[in-house]
């Protein structure tokens, strides 16, 4: 989830604040030259965005294993938290902003489903949800696995449960 942050001050408030005599007209043209040069990008979105609208469309299925067995009802929440949590670790690394949101996103629902040992681990309707077939974010997430294990040494090779992290040999 994102981290909540303190209210910005309106114009009139920080022109207030400002011990320098800055007036409002001042800072307005200060904004236009910012978002001039940001070329008036104001926005990107995270791949925790993304991830959101792929939980909210589903990515457990009927016929899906988990550890070998029918699912259980918890695991969708599961999936949820994982790739949440894989969402948030790479929000850490700035080397992850070099992929389109889209493909983090999709490289996360497969960490997260690799970590379950949901199997499969990708399914056509996940490639007709994302967008992706899996060889095209394998490397995504080998990249997100391999600095899951960095910074959680031990934590990818341990037996799996819903509350712990597994390795899958078929990713590395």
């Not at 299925?61 to 969708?76: C, H, M, S, V, Y």
């Not at 949101?101 to 309707?125: F, G, H, K, M």
């Not at 960095?150 to 990713?171: L, N, T």
């Amino acid at each position: 989830a994102e981290e909540h942050c303190p209210p910005t001050p309106d114009l009139l408030q920080l022109t207030k604040l400002s011990n320098a005599g800055y007036d409002s007209l001042t800072f307005r043209e200060g904004e236009l030259e910012v978002l001039r040069y940001l070329g008036w990008k104001l926005r990107a979105v995270p791949a925790l965005h993304v991830v959101g609208y792929f939980l909210e469309k589903g990515t457990t299925f009927q016929n899906d294993t988990w550890q070998g067995r029918a699912l259980i009802e918890k695991i969708p929440k599961y999936v949820k938290k994982y790739a949440e949590f894989f969402c948030n670790l790479t929000l850490q690394e700035y080397a992850f902003q070099q992929y389109l949101p889209t493909v983090l996103a999709s490289a996360v629902l497969l960490a997260a489903r690799v970590a379950l040992q949901l199997e499969p681990s990708w399914r056509p309707e996940l490639v007709r949800l994302t967008g992706y077939e899996e060889n095209e974010i394998a490397p995504v997430f080998q990249h997100v696995w391999r600095y899951y294990e960095e910074q959680f040494p031990g934590h990818g090779a341990r037996a799996v449960s819903p509350r712990s992290v597994a390795h899958e040999q078929a990713y590395m």
